[in-house]
């Protein structure tokens, strides 16, 4: 039987998607963490990517990841 080992599938493609993610979206969900959730709260970002623009954006206005 042959398996196919998938855990290592985004190491495969990272370059790739952060070459092309923009922006968008980033001060979207800054502005709702700002306004729905107290100050230095830590929020857990699980499954998405490079963590560029949107963790980027909720650690520059505090929040821990």
């Given at each position: 039987m042959v398996t196919t080992e998938t855990s290592e599938g985004w190491d495969a493609i990272a370059a790739t998607f952060m070459a092309f993610r923009s922006e968008v979206g980033a001060q979207l969900v800054q502005r709702?963490?700002?306004d729905a959730?107290?100050?230095?709260?830590a929020?857990?970002?699980m499954?998405?990517?490079s963590g560029v623009p949107i963790a980027q954006?909720?650690?520059g206005e505090g929040?821990?990841?």
């Open positions: 709702w963490a700002k959730l107290p100050p230095s709260t929020i857990l970002d499954g998405c990517g954006a909720l650690v929040f821990s990841l």
